[in-house]
């Protein structure tokens, strides 16, 4: 075997893992974030379901109508720091296609979102009326992953972009 011919060899296998690897960051960014979506779920469930007195506010908040209130904001937090998280990797892993990367990553921002309400609401106890019934009350919530992670690539994108306009000589 000549040494070209397994350089040709070499260079058409680099060719075809470059689509692999162009989809994987996206992929993985689209059903991680589902993925951890249930697993968020869950840990949403077990620190809302019966609000402890730092979640609620005690003792100013005495009665299990503020529970929703608490609810969602325990909900908002944990999926603010999965967009802070999921910004993070997308800051890190764009490559030559952000915008590919950063559109799988909102789309996972949401279904993980929306698992984490779905896994949150099947545990039990699934009936409504009770007062330890995992649920989001303000549905705008579901949103804040999707915000946090767009704002993250945003700041980090544009303080980038200045730093290099301030750097640039005239």
């Known amino acids: 075997m000549t040494p070209g011919a397994t350089a040709g060899a070499t260079a058409e296998a680099g060719s075809a893992a470059r689509p692999r690897r162009t989809l994987r960051v996206p992929l993985g960014l689209l059903f991680g974030q589902a993925v951890a ?22 003792p100013v908040l005495l009665s299990a109508a503020q529970y929703p ?3 969602d904001g325990a909900f908002a937090v944990l999926t603010a720091l999965a967009g802070v998280a999921a910004g993070l990797v997308v800051l890190r892993c764009a490559g030559p296609d952000p915008v590919r990367v950063l559109l799988a990553a909102l789309a996972g921002a949401l279904a993980g979102s929306l698992l984490t309400v779905a896994v949150a609401g099947v ?15 303000a549905w ?12 993250v690539v945003a700041v980090a994108t544009l ?11 005239d």
């Open 37 to 58: 979506g249930a697993l968020l779920g869950v840990l949403w469930w077990a620190v809302a379901r019966r609000p402890a007195a730092w979640l609620v506010g005690e």
């Open 69 to 71: 209130v608490a609810r």
């Open 123 to 137: 545990l039990p106890p699934s009936d409504p009326a009770e007062v330890a019934h995992v649920s989001v009350y």
């Open 140 to 151: 705008a919530v579901v949103l804040v992953q999707p915000l946090v992670l767009s704002g």
């Open 159 to 169: 303080s980038s972009a200045l730093v290099d306009w301030v750097r640039t000589p």
